[in-house]
């Protein structure tokens, strides 16, 4: 059985950084698609961040230059380091496995 769970998020002033992170309990983490996605309050859920599954890195354009993710695949875990955020980062932010398998969330929220 996959698990995704999420960790990491909280309350940051604009400028601020945090580091989430989500550890995946699955034998494919190495070779399939994982990243993170965003949902803010009344709107639809976002790609933010993703390694395909040829191990390339992409991208939402709001984001880029500003938010790095990695992973670590001794760990199962993959890491996404949110830096100069802005109040517009505010959302729920989801670990994704293989384009299927959701974590729980965990809240963003950057204060003005």
């Known amino acids: 059985q996959v698990r995704v769970v999420e960790s990491g998020g909280g309350l940051v002033q604009a400028g601020g950084s945090l580091r989430l992170s989500c550890e995946v309990s699955a034998s494919g983490f190495r070779v399939s698609t994982v990243g993170w996605f965003r949902q803010a309050p009344g709107a639809r859920r976002e790609m933010v961040a993703l390694f395909t599954s040829g191990g390339r890195t992409t991208y939402s354009v709001s984001v880029e230059g500003r938010f790095t993710i990695s992973r670590d695949n001794a760990k199962n875990t993959v890491y996404l380091q949110m830096n100069s955020l802005k109040p517009e980062d505010t959302a729920v932010y989801y670990c994704?496995?293989?384009?299927?398998?959701w974590g729980q969330g965990t809240q963003v929220t950057v204060s003005s």
């Open positions: 994704n496995y293989d384009l299927t398998y």
